[in-house]
């Protein structure tokens, strides 16, 4: 059992920063790998970056590698998500999930999700 918990989101001018945290507790082999999705209206839900948290390797969808960072800070059982040069098209609702395996960026293939954490950007 995982529980998953975001924050740090926030409304903010184009062109600024934020940087997104997820807290964990539960089982330490129920989150082996963690990512970060996000979901506007009107669009699927897009995978942005993958942790493993034992090894910390991690992947990056192509069309965000430029301007986010993911990391892990395993003694607070901690994820972040570190976006630059917010856009408008950035605002979405950011999801951060679980699961007990190797990395996928399948979301139906994770077990745990928190509640979302809100980025607005405005213009």
């Known amino acids: 059992q995982v529980q998953l918990l975001e924050s740090g989101g926030d409304s903010v001018q184009a062109g600024e920063s934020l940087r997104l945290s997820c807290a964990a507790s539960g089982s330490t082999y129920g989150r082996k790998c963690m990512g970060w999705f996000r979901r506007s209206p009107g669009k699927e839900r897009e995978g942005l970056a993958l942790?493993?948290?034992?090894?910390?390797?991690?992947s990056y969808a192509n069309s965000v590698k430029d301007r986010f960072t993911i990391s892990r800070d395993n003694a607070k059982n901690t994820i972040y998500l570190e976006i630059k040069s917010l856009k408008p098209e950035d605002t979405a609702m950011y999801y951060c999930?679980?699961?007990?395996?190797?990395?996928?960026?399948?979301?139906?293939?994770?077990?745990?999700w928190g509640q979302g954490t809100q980025v607005t950007v405005s213009s």
């Open positions: 999930a679980a699961r007990g395996r190797s990395c996928t960026w399948s979301p139906p293939d994770f077990d745990y």
């Open positions: 942790i493993r948290t034992d090894t910390g390797d991690v």
